[in-house]
């Protein structure tokens, strides 16, 4: 190699390094900035923060989970969550996207929560779902539920925020949120004086696992409660939840004749947006007989929901038979 040819050589490659440092101090200083703007965003809540990290969340509707400290000190968290609904009148069944970002204190009460991004109806979100989610902050997160809320949105943004504040909840402790003075499921279907008994005679089968005999304060039976409980995979079903296994447990009142006296949901995976639309099928079912169930209009939608509840329905129907 020729004299001037190292030097090319030389010249080249200390620009090559040149231009590695000032891409490595350029990228080093765009990181930083970007930290330094999360971090006054942070500070807006927890105002003595002076650093953050993120941590891992594996909750349903829960995108992304941020610590926020001051030194090894834990201050709080944020929370970014999202949901769809396609059921907004006017909307043409578009996905309408609604994305929270949810601050936590150390001891678990609601510091702050943002409407980040929305393309719901906008009356609905500043009217009524803004002024809802104020009144959610300084409760507990497991607590949420005993917060008097107007509702106005409560058809189709309430259930997103039911849904990212129940997986926060679940992240935190471990459990859903508390239900304040719950239901007696057994009183709304069979009235406030029934009582119950487990039928120990009964053959649990893999979707209809326990049966209760139902009498009135005087021991006359009124009925019988079954429990049925099975999972079903979503496959690529529903978007964003593929291939997630969903359980579903439904506590069915029947009268001494097997005619349904009603239906009630002890727990669910399903989407709380799409799954409240049955209520208005369960309420249709009562004085059905359970061998005719499927003579009853179904709700037109939440196709998945749908065919989990007609699964467990023809489970008790075969018990029946």
């Not at 529903?238 to 969903?246: A, L, Q, R, S, Y």
């Not at 249709?284 to 467990?312: C, K, M, P, Q, W």
Request: hydrophobic share 40%; proline share 2%; charged share 20%.
């Amino acid at each position: 190699m020729t004299r001037e040819n190292r030097i090319l050589l030389i010249n080249a490659l200390s620009a090559l390094l040149v231009g590695v440092i000032f891409l490595f101090a350029f990228s080093s200083l765009i990181s930083n900035q970007e930290k330094q703007i999360k971090l006054s965003y942070y500070q807006e809540v927890f105002a003595t923060a002076n650093k953050f990290e993120s941590v891992s969340v594996n909750q349903t509707s829960l995108t992304e989970k941020v610590k926020i400290m001051k030194d090894n000190t834990v201050l709080g968290y944020l929370y970014v969550g999202s949901g769809t609904s396609t059921q907004i009148p006017g909307h043409g069944g578009s996905e309408d996207e609604l994305r929270l970002h949810v601050f936590v204190k150390a001891n678990r009460e609601i510091a702050k929560i943002v409407v980040d991004y929305y393309e719901h109806t906008s009356t609905y979100v500043e009217g009524s779902l803004k002024p809802d989610l104020v009144r959610l902050q300084g409760s507990v997160i497991e607590n949420y539920l005993s917060v008097d809320l107007v509702g106005g949105a409560s058809a189709y943004s309430m259930p997103i925020v039911h849904n990212i504040l129940s997986a926060i909840s679940r992240d935190l402790t471990g459990s859903n949120p508390i239900v304040p003075n719950p239901v007696d499921p057994y009183a709304e279907i069979f009235g406030e004086y029934a009582s119950k008994t487990e039928d120990d005679t009964f053959v649990p089968t893999d979707k209809v696992t326990k049966k209760e005999i139902i009498k009135d304060a005087s021991d006359n039976i009124l009925g019988y409660a079954y429990t049925l409980s099975s999972v079903r995979n979503t496959g690529s079903n529903i978007d964003h939840h593929e291939d997630e296994n969903w359980g579903l447990t439904l506590l069915v009142g029947v009268d001494t004749t097997n005619n349904i006296e009603g239906i009630y949901t002890l727990a669910s995976d399903h989407t709380a947006s799409f799954y409240g639309l049955h209520s208005t099928y369960f309420t249709a079912l009562e004085g059905v007989a359970v061998s005719n169930y499927e003579s009853v209009d179904t709700v037109s939608g939440a196709s998945f929901s749908r065919g989990h509840i007609l699964e467990l329905l023809e489970a008790l129907q075969g018990v029946l038979a």
